[in-house]
């Protein structure tokens, strides 16, 4: 005989464990499908586990160039086998938060892999047991893989997805990043800061194509001051590796082909969604690319059936996730929520230096067909920011030349990533260029800047 429950969710990332806490919290009696580790990628393999190897070389660069701070660090090294510990255990650490979190919400954790067998069914198996579930709605979180490039597969050994470059048991000498995404800039920065030589090759015409061109420009110049080689409107024809390293023959953007040699290779080249072998066709769960079409509130073409987070399409964000399944819960709940959009969602990229934004470019602005006042404030004109040592970096602001209407936000720098959700609350709220030029910013802070990219917008920058 099946369980019985409310609402069951299959897929325990962000979106998933968080759905289910809210739908707990709304008085729903609620079970959690996961095959691997509650957190799913975000927390295990993504998100935070990567920030754990990015601080470790953003302190490892701090130690390196000590003397800039009137300090002394004699014979700086490091233990590979260490770094990799720590980032599993601070993964670790939370992924026990979030079992405590299943506990203390009275959320049933079933472990196996989920299937829709039918309207509101669902089997999961592990190894010979099964176990038959249903309930009155389903929510699929069942996120997303990376990409493999089709003529070659990730062995883990010298070709790597992301998986395989967060616990790595050897330090590349030369690495070949393929992709420029946030993924792919964020392991380009990590591996050369710990001292790889690192060739980022993106097949559009500039690195972190989703960001606004002039915070892809100042990041393409910063990294090659740091040493990075970075090829744009070039593509990787073919990658093959012999046990002892990688050779890829690169197509740059004048037309040649040539064959490179690199110790080890990282692709990052975008996600599959994981929609296969879930029961989707069975059930007739429309599919766009292989992710799940859904309305503003989760709900698929399917009644009883809703999806979140990366198995819908991008963007492909943690955070993005975990509102989706809060409005999918609450309208479960009859709750009555705003529909889920998408205008409002902050991306981080937490390379050095850190890349943030929210919102519409200068260019889309235009292309939307806005007239716009474009304010651009940088980081040397900040004292926090000198006093940091950190004077490299801008922020930028885009705003309706008519209304006042705060359009997007775009940042280069240190602490960014912090910074940005200032501009997300502001539009939020919608928030007009004089609420913002009104508005007192604490001295001295690198949030200052963020005052200043406005004034910039209206020719009333006092700093610079």
Not at 316 to 332: Q, T
Request: proline share 3%; glycine share 12%; hydrophobic share 40%.
């Amino acid at each position: 005989m099946a369980e019985s429950f409310d609402l069951i969710v299959l897929g325990s990332g962000p979106g998933g464990y968080v759905s289910a806490i809210r739908a707990a919290q709304l008085g729903l009696k609620t079970a959690i499908v996961e095959r691997e580790r509650l957190g799913g990628i975000c927390l295990n393999w993504g998100c935070i586990p990567t920030k754990a190897l990015l601080r470790t070389s953003e302190i490892f660069h701090y130690m390196s160039h000590a003397g800039n701070y009137g300090l002394t660090a004699e014979k700086v090294g490091f233990e590979l086998e260490k770094i990799v510990a720590r980032s599993r255990a601070v993964s670790g650490q939370l992924n026990a938060g979030v079992k405590g979190l299943m506990k203390k919400n009275k959320i049933t954790v079933v472990e196996g892999t989920g299937k829709l067998t039918g309207k509101g069914k669902m089997t999961v198996t592990q190894g010979d047991q099964v176990r038959e579930l249903e309930a009155k709605e389903i929510i699929v979180a069942t996120g997303a893989r990376a990409r493999d490039l089709p003529f070659a597969k990730a062995d883990g050994k010298k070709i790597w997805t992301y998986r395989h470059a967060m616990t790595p048991t050897e330090m590349p000498a030369k690495l070949l990043v393929i992709g420029s995404g946030a993924i792919g800039v964020e392991f380009a920065s990590f591996y050369s800061d710990m001292g790889a030589e690192v060739t980022i090759v993106e097949m559009l015409d500039r690195i972190l194509p989703v960001e606004d061109a002039d915070v892809s420009a100042f990041m393409e110049k910063a990294l090659k001051k740091q040493g990075m080689t970075i090829l744009t409107g070039a593509g990787v024809e073919a990658l093959t590796s012999d046990g002892k390293g990688v050779k890829a023959k690169i197509k740059t953007k004048d037309g040649k082909s040539e064959e490179h040699s690199f110790s080890h290779a990282i692709v990052a080249i975008g996600i599959v969604p994981n929609t296969e072998d879930i029961g989707l066709e069975a059930l007739g769960v429309k599919t766009e690319r292989g992710h799940i079409v859904v309305d503003g509130f989760g709900q698929t073409n399917v009644p009883g059936i809703r999806a979140i987070g990366d198995v819908t399409g991008p963007p492909w964000l943690a955070h993005k996730a975990s509102h989706e399944g809060i409005i999918a819960v609450e309208h479960i709940a009859g709750k009555n929520p705003h529909p889920f959009e998408t205008w409002n969602i902050p991306g981080c990229t937490y390379s050095r230096p850190q890349v943030a934004s929210v919102g519409l470019t200068e260019a889309k602005a235009k292309e939307a067909g806005h007239e716009v006042k474009v304010g651009n404030f940088p980081f040397i004109g900040n004292g926090k920011a000198i006093a940091l040592g950190e004077a490299e970096g801008f922020i930028k602001t885009v705003f309706d030349a008519k209304t006042g209407e705060l359009l997007g936000a775009h940042m280069i720098g240190a602490e960014v990533t912090e910074l940005i959700q200032g501009y997300v609350i502001a539009r939020q709220l919608e928030t007009t260029e004089e609420d913002l030029i009104h508005t007192v910013f604490a001295h001295p802070t690198l949030s200052e800047m963020m005052h200043e990219g406005v004034l910039s917008a209206y020719g009333r920058a006092l700093h610079f």
